[in-house]
């Protein structure tokens, strides 16, 4: 389960409750950090999403990640690549935008792989693989994504609730706290990843919608993604409709004709060809 941050303002804690609080970056920052390589998913800044790590290089990753600030940063393989292992990966198999996260929660599993709770930070562009053993060392470069309030971007964002709403009609995959941290967004950015998020699409667009630069732009091309999928659940769903008439028809038909064989019989009206049809 993938849940949105809140969007509701805490007041300060004491750094002892907030372990992790730590400053945005700036675009001027280059910083390093242990990567960690996704492959077909994307995650996004201000999502929190759980994660499944097996692999030497992704483990040793994560816990250097675990010795220091808990940041790593996390690039999607490129599906050219997907089918290379992580010790064959090179720069050029990586998207070159990604996102650095912070580990909020790790369970070590006996099988050795570990599950982990994530939460989206900086949306980061990757500059240079710097080692690769025993885990890929990567300096990145933070983007800086403004938020987007004009009224085009109040318009989308009343579209895509309207659209999401028609998505949770139709498919039980949508937990219902998506659709009120939602309702609760006023930042085009921050819905175009809340909905991407859940969104089943190819990983070229998953990155697209990262790579994507401004929140109009963000939101537009997540509703055209929408609105395909609505599109497509509409039509699968009276594709399902014709065909469950369909086979009540023929089932229906076939009991009226046993009905009327049984009736023959008991009458003694059967003839012989009939007869012979209902042996067989």
Avoid: W
Wanted: glycine share 4%; proline share 5%.
């Amino acid at each position: 389960m993938i849940f949105p941050l809140s969007t509701t303002k805490k007041k300060k804690k004491d750094t002892a409750e907030e372990p992790f609080a730590l400053p945005p970056l700036t675009t001027e920052e280059r910083v390093s950090f242990p990567l960690l390589a996704l492959r077909d998913m994307v995650i996004y800044p201000n999502t929190i999403i759980p994660l499944s790590i097996t692999g030497k290089k992704a483990l040793d990753a994560i816990e250097k990640s675990m010795q220091g600030s808990r940041i790593i940063a996390c690039f999607a393989v490129k599906p050219s690549a997907e089918e290379k292992k992580d010790t064959e990966l090179t720069q050029e198999d990586f998207f070159k935008y990604g996102s650095t996260v912070l580990i909020h929660k790790l369970l070590r599993i006996p099988d050795g792989s570990v599950r982990l709770i994530v939460q989206g930070l900086d949306k980061v562009k990757l500059e240079a693989i710097t080692d690769t053993e025993p885990f890929f060392q990567v300096t990145l470069a933070t983007i800086f994504e403004k938020e987007d309030s004009n009224k085009e971007g109040q318009a989308l964002i009343r579209n895509s609730l309207s659209l999401l709403q028609k998505m949770i009609n139709l498919v039980p995959y949508f937990p219902d706290e998506v659709q009120v941290s939602a309702m609760n967004m006023e930042d085009p950015v921050k819905l175009a990843y809340l909905l991407a998020t859940f969104l089943r699409m190819k990983i070229e667009e998953k990155q697209d919608v990262l790579e994507t630069v401004g929140g109009t732009k963000k939101l537009k091309l997540v509703n055209r993604i929408l609105t395909r999928e609505l599109e497509l659940l509409e039509l699968g769903g009276k594709i399902q409709t014709e065909v469950k008439d369909t086979l009540n028809k023929t089932q229906k038909q076939y009991f009226l004709r046993e009905q009327l064989r049984a009736i023959k019989k008991e009458l003694g009206e059967l003839g012989e060809d009939e007869g012979e049809e209902l042996k067989e």
